[in-house]
C-alpha cells in the first residue's frame, strides 16, 4: 500500500518538474540546445555539492557509484532530447512526451529486477497512456516528425533515471549527495558533444558578458533551484514507496501544471480530446493513489450495511 505522505512529496516535485520546463521552454529561446543542456546539469550540481558542504553531509559508498553513473548518463541523455524537442515543440507536446517516462518504468522494473506490477498500477498506466494520446489532440490528425521521436527518447531516458534513482534513493544517504554526483556525471558527459558543436556568438556574449545578460543568468538560477527541488521531493517520496511503479503515475500530474502554464503564457487553448486526457490523468493517478484506502473504505461501509 502507498504510504500517503508520499504523495505530497511527488505532487511537489512534479510541480516544480512543470516549472522547470516552463523556464527552459523560455531559455531555448536564449541559448543553444547544448549550451543550455549542459548550465542545466552543472548549476544545480554545484548547488547539490553546496548544500552537502554546508550540511556536512556523508559521500556515497561504492556500492552506489555504479546507479549513480548509470542515472547521470540517463539524465544527461534525457535532457537533451527533451531540451531539443522544446525548441520544436509547444510545452504541452514536449511535456507529454516527456511524461511517458512511468510507461517505461514499469516495463524496465519488470525487465530489470523482475518487480510484479499490481493490478490497480496497470490498469493506471494502460488510461494515463490513453490519457496522454487524448492530450496530444486529434490522434486522427497525428503526422510524423522527428521531433517527436526526440520527445518519446526523453520518456525513455527519464524511466532509466528514475529506475536508478528509486533504488538509490533506498540507501542511507542524502538526496543532495546523490543528485549532486549524477548532475556532476551528466554535465561531464555532455562536454564532448558541446566541443563538437561548439558556441555560437549569442552564446559567447552571455558567458563573457553575464552581467549585461543578467536576465538570462537570473532564469538559470531560478532553473537550478526548481530543477533541485524536484529531485529532493522526489526522493524523499521514493524512499517512503515500496514499488517505483506505484507512485509513477503521479509524475503525470507534471502535464497538468504545463498545461496551465501552456495557457497562461503561450496563449493555448484546447479541444475536447485534449480536455478529456486530463480528466483521465487525474482520475488515474488519484485512483492509483488511493485505490487501497478506498476499497477498505468501501469494504467497511458494505460490512455495516449487512
Known sequence: MLNNRAVPYMLVSTLS?????????????????????????????????FIVVMSKLHWPPRN?????????LCIAACQLCFIASLSRLSLVESSVLFATGPIFIAVLEKLLFQ?????????????TFIGVVLLAGDVSGIQFRPELLIGLASGVFSAGSQVSLFRASKAEVSPATINGWTFLIAAVSVLPILSISGLSVADQKILLAPIEHGAVWLLLCTLSVSVATT??????AYKLAQTNSQIAPLIFTSLLFSTLWQVLFFDQTFSNYQIAGV????TAAVMNSFAAQLYKLISVASARLV
Open 17 to 49: 518538474l512543470s516549472l522547470t520546463g516552463l523556464f527552459l521552454k523560455k531559455l531555448t529561446e536564449m541559448l543553444s540546445v547544448d549550451l543550455l543542456t549542459f548550465l542545466r546539469l552543472l548549476m544545480p550540481a554545484l548547488l547539490f555539492f
Open 115 to 127: 518487480v510484479e506490477i499490481k493490478t490497480q498500477t496497470k490498469f493506471s498506466l494502460v488510461a
Open 279 to 282: 480528466a483521465l490523468i487525474v
Open 231 to 236: 529531485q529532493i521531493m522526489r526522493s524523499k
Open 64 to 72: 552506489l557509484i555504479r546507479p549513480i553513473i548509470v542515472r547521470g
